[in-house]
């Protein structure tokens, strides 16, 4: 049979991942002062036995000031460099690329994290505190958020900008093969682009080229200071969920992100306001699908698809369509760690468990002999 384009290697610049199976950047709040530590490497390493192709971190912050909570992880200081090393190594010795999401939330920044109470700020006796938070304007982004951000002045935007790049200087000490900026969710460089949030007056705002100068400023940054051969990402909100950027806004945004050196455009969606996950779309299989789709083809650039792709057929058809390039998973992932060799197994193209680490195939490949008959095709069990 033919391979599936889910299972064929992509080439990005001078990397290239094994498949089109990615996992998504999923904040975990275990972090202390932005230091990757030993639940880090387990929770991501499983996922390099679980064969994704490229496996991404959680976001981490350009500065502390950046961080969503006090929990995430950082890229701000050179002594954090070596305990991503630590991740990267196990990552790529077994196979897939070691990707990571620099940030700064702006003012979503010293929020609580998802699943706290509404009195509550981290975790009971951490010690966790607030902090100052900036934006484009002195707006807040709503409940659970600070209600005073400041604005941000133009000395301290080129500052934010030379860390987005000193980030990627890091990042590539690390060993990372894929770098990201997360511009999506209303973080600060989503509040940058929108209307809704960015009030400024200036050369940073007034209308769409303005309110793109300092994004693109940030992402010109990381490409300067990450290496030539090794592709850097954007997530970016395709409409930000109030009225006040939307996918045209988006593909005039991807076709400048083009010229700069952007290689892939990760197109999620919402967030602007609330919580960072506040989707301006039902929820449906496939449901920000459209977004990548259209900035493809309207900026005619590689883009990853995310939301509620859930097995190994539906990512095909999202391949096969032309809409995206690569099928990135999160929750799903959480749920499924061995996500991709278990849509190989579904989709019938690695019957004898040869995409799998050896150690664990050759048991899985023997175990099938003794399965039921019904059963032994995908070597799974009830």
Not at 88 to 104: N, V, W
Not at 199 to 211: F, H, L, M, T
Not at 275 to 290: E, M, N, Y
Request: overall charge neutral; some cysteine; aromatic content about 8%.
């Amino acid at each position: 049979m033919q391979r599936p384009l889910l299972f064929t290697p992509l080439k990005l610049r001078g990397v290239t991942a094994p498949n089109r199976c990615v996992v998504s950047p999923m904040v975990q709040y275990r972090a202390t002062d932005g230091q990757l530590n030993d639940y880090h490497l387990v929770h991501l390493g499983k996922f390099a036995l679980g064969k994704f192709g490229i496996i991404f971190t959680e976001n981490c912050a350009v500065e502390p000031r950046g961080r969503v909570t006090q929990g995430d992880l950082g890229m701000w200081d050179d002594g954090q460099i070596e305990g991503h090393k630590r991740l990267t190594r196990f990552i790529q010795q077994e196979g897939s690329l070691a990707a990571t999401q620099i940030t700064h939330a702006g003012r979503k920044a010293s929020s609580p994290r998802q699943f706290d109470k509404p009195d509550e700020f981290g975790p009971k006796g951490a010690g966790w505190e607030r902090w100052q938070v900036v934006a484009p304007s002195a707006l807040s982004a709503g409940e659970r958020y600070s209600e005073s951000p400041v604005a941000l002045d133009v000395a301290e935007m080129d500052s934010i900008v030379r860390k987005f790049g000193e980030a990627a200087r890091r990042a590539d000490a690390a060993g990372y093969d894929v770098i990201e900026i997360h511009g999506a969710h209303g973080y600060l460089l989503a509040q940058f682009l929108s209307p809704l949030s960015n009030k400024r007056n200036d050369q940073y705002g007034v209308d769409r080229a303005g309110r793109m100068k300092f994004p693109l400023m940030a992402a010109k940054a990381v490409r300067e200071n990450w290496p030539e051969h090794k592709p850097m990402f954007i997530r970016v909100s395709a409409i930000d969920g109030g009225g006040g950027w939307d996918v045209d806004d988006t593909v005039a945004y991807a076709q400048e992100l083009k010229v700069l050196g952007i290689d892939v455009v990760d197109t999620s969606s919402g967030g602007l306001t609330g919580l960072s996950t506040a989707l301006p779309v039902k929820r449906a299989l496939g449901f920000q699908v459209p977004f990548a789709a259209a900035v493809k083809r309207g900026a005619k650039i590689p883009t990853m698809a995310v939301g509620l792709i859930l097995d190994g057929p539906q990512a095909e058809k999202i391949l096969q369509d032309g809409d995206a390039d690569l099928i990135a998973i999160g929750r799903q992932a959480l749920y499924n760690p061995f996500w991709p060799v278990h849509a190989a197994q579904e989709m019938g193209c690695d019957t004898d468990f040869s995409m799998w680490n050896p150690e664990y195939g050759w048991w899985l490949d023997k175990r099938k002999n003794n399965l039921p008959v019904e059963r032994a095709a995908t070597g799974q069990v009830k």
